[in-house]
């Protein structure tokens, strides 16, 4: 059991009777269906229920929403031996710096991971995407400064389809459109123009929809 934070008294206790502080963060143990153990982070609303965050992206299986309160399912209790313990952030690697050549940056806005753990990252301000390895080791690219089939205006967020491989890319203004290329940057198509009011978040859900979320429109 964690020890008590100084000055702050516990809020609640926990489904296996262990105190929960307010403003407290802690790992836990994430299980998504295909049953591979990944953490994630639990946070409590001062006085309000606990609640994890809703989204968790995995390397390999995409992004989960998670509706669930600590209690249920998904996450793992075991009220002999808790599941929650700090844990510590592991460096892995960095990689880019400012510049216009392969492999750097001078705005980068958006980041996915597609099924084989490549690294996606919508280069805004160089108008293209670029892909890297795993291990931050440069790949290839795509897009150019234009308005044609092809090309990218400030993108500035991507996802990937897990089942395809496609790219989804969002632009700002004065486009305010989203276009798809294929897990080799050949463009598919382009839509939102007439409809969107600068598109930034997006995903792909797991029937291939993709969802986007409008910064200005509320």
Same mark, same amino acid.
């Given at each position: 059991?964690?020890?008590?934070?100084?000055?702050?008294?516990?809020?609640?206790?926990?489904?296996?009777?262990?105190?929960?502080?307010?403003?407290?963060?802690?790992?836990?143990?994430?299980?998504?269906?295909?049953?591979?153990?990944?953490?994630?982070?639990?946070?409590?609303?001062?006085?309000?229920?606990?609640?994890?965050?809703?989204?968790?992206?995995?390397?390999?299986?995409?992004?989960?929403?998670?509706?669930?309160?600590?209690?249920?399912?998904?996450?793992?209790?075991?009220?002999?031996?808790?599941?929650?313990?700090?844990?510590?952030?592991?460096?892995?690697?960095?990689?880019?710096?400012?510049?216009?050549?392969?492999?750097?940056?001078?705005? =980068?806005? !958006? /980041?996915? +991971?597609?099924?084989? %753990?490549? #690294?996606? $990252?919508?280069?805004?301000?160089?108008?293209?995407?670029?892909?890297?390895?795993?291990?931050?080791?440069?790949?290839?690219?795509?897009?150019?400064?234009?308005?044609?089939?092809?090309?990218?205006?400030?993108?500035?967020?991507?996802?990937?389809?897990?089942?395809?491989?496609?790219?989804?890319?969002?632009?700002?203004?004065?486009?305010?459109?989203?276009?798809?290329?294929?897990?080799?940057?050949?463009?598919?198509?382009?839509?939102?123009?007439?409809?969107?009011?600068? =598109?930034? !978040? /997006?995903? +792909?859900?797991?029937? %291939?929809? #993709?969802? $986007?979320?409008?910064?200005?429109?509320?």
């Amino acid at each position: 059991m964690p020890p008590t934070p100084i000055g702050r008294p516990p809020s609640r206790q926990d489904a296996c009777g262990v105190p929960v502080y307010n403003y407290d963060k802690w790992s836990i143990g994430v299980e998504p269906s295909l049953g591979m153990l990944e953490p994630g982070n639990v946070e409590d609303e001062k006085m309000g229920p606990l609640y994890p965050p809703r989204e968790f992206t995995y390397p390999f299986f995409g992004k989960i929403t998670l509706w669930n309160y600590l209690i249920r399912y998904p996450f793992l209790r075991n009220c002999s031996r808790s599941q929650i313990s700090r844990q510590k952030m592991i460096y892995h690697c960095k990689f880019g710096e400012f510049g216009v050549m392969e492999g750097q940056f001078t705005e =980068p806005s !958006g /980041v996915a +991971v597609n099924a084989q %753990g490549d #690294i996606v $990252v919508a280069d805004t301000n160089n108008h293209r995407i670029q892909v890297f390895d795993k291990e931050g080791r440069f790949k290839f690219q795509f897009g150019e400064c234009g308005k044609r089939d092809g090309q990218l205006l400030y993108p500035n967020r991507v996802a990937v389809n897990k089942m395809t491989g496609d790219f989804v890319v969002t632009e700002r203004s004065p486009t305010h459109q989203i276009q798809v290329y294929n897990q080799y940057g050949q463009f598919l198509r382009k839509f939102g123009a007439n409809i969107l009011q600068h =598109p930034r !978040g /997006v995903c +792909v859900d797991s029937k %291939g929809r #993709i969802i $986007v979320v409008e910064c200005k429109v509320n």
